[in-house]
């Protein structure tokens, strides 16, 4: 399976979202993220992919790459890799939750967006948004080319970068040189959703991929 990196398009958004939900079905706290799962009705995907081509078009420090199979022309995965600018004191204070957040949507972008400040604090960093390959394309080295793409960035721009991984990624996360930070528990609970998942927080120094291969 040959596979090329690139940036996402306008015209890719729609298979971008399938992938994404397609590589998180059953992981509740991508489903609060999200919104929908890859079964959910068509009306909430479209909402979904509405979302995602707004936050291509407008958020110019969110990078969204892809990876394809030259074979087919396929997206077999996804991730977007964050430039967080330096913050003021007052824009480490107030977390950036939407007012129309649903209450678990609200909760858990609350640990997200606290832990991510409290532990990388004011300066600038790369940060890792979102990273899925899809079931039917995995150990194939997909997600490792999305992985070199940041670190290319980060050690480009003598920069730390800040991930925040679930159990699956962690694995690949330490095969790049990330360390653990810190342990967050996601908690939400009221009548339609429970959830309690535990993710690792991870930071990566700026390195050269060469001095890393060479060690
Ligand atoms: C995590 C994920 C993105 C990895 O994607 P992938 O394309 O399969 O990863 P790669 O093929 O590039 O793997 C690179 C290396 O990472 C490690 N790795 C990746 N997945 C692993 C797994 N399930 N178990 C153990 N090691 C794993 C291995 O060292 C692997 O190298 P190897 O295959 O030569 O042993 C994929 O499993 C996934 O989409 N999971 C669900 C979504 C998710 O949790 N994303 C992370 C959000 S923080």
Not at 135 to 156: K, N
Not at 176 to 202: L, N
Request: with cysteine.
């Amino acid at each position: 399976m040959p596979l090329e990196l690139s940036k996402v398009e306008d015209s890719d958004i729609e298979e971008y979202v399938r992938v994404e939900l397609a590589g998180f079905h059953g992981d509740p706290v991508a489903l609060i993220f999200h919104g929908c799962d890859v079964d959910s009705p068509p009306a909430d995907i479209a909402a979904l992919v509405a979302k995602v081509r707004k936050s291509l078009h407008e958020k110019k420090d969110f990078h969204k790459i892809k990876v394809c199979d030259t074979d087919t022309g396929e997206i077999v995965a996804v991730a977007q890799w964050n430039f967080q600018r330096a913050k003021t004191p007052e824009e480490l204070e107030k977390l950036d939750i939407p007012n129309d957040a649903p209450p678990a949507l609200a909760a858990i972008l609350r640990t997200y967006l606290g832990t991510g400040n409290q532990i990388m604090g004011a300066k600038p960093y790369w940060k890792l948004g979102n990273m899925v390959t899809h079931p039917d394309h995995r150990r194939c080295g997909a997600a490792s080319l999305l992985m070199r793409w940041g670190i290319e960035q980060m050690d480009r721009d003598g920069l730390e970068a800040y991930i925040d991984a679930s159990p699956d990624g962690k694995l690949l996360y330490e095969h790049f040189g990330f360390k653990p930070a810190k342990e967050v528990v996601y908690e939400f609970s009221d009548s339609d959703i429970e959830v309690r998942e535990t993710h690792t927080c991870m930071v990566r120094m700026p390195r050269s991929l060469t001095t890393e291969m060479e060690e």
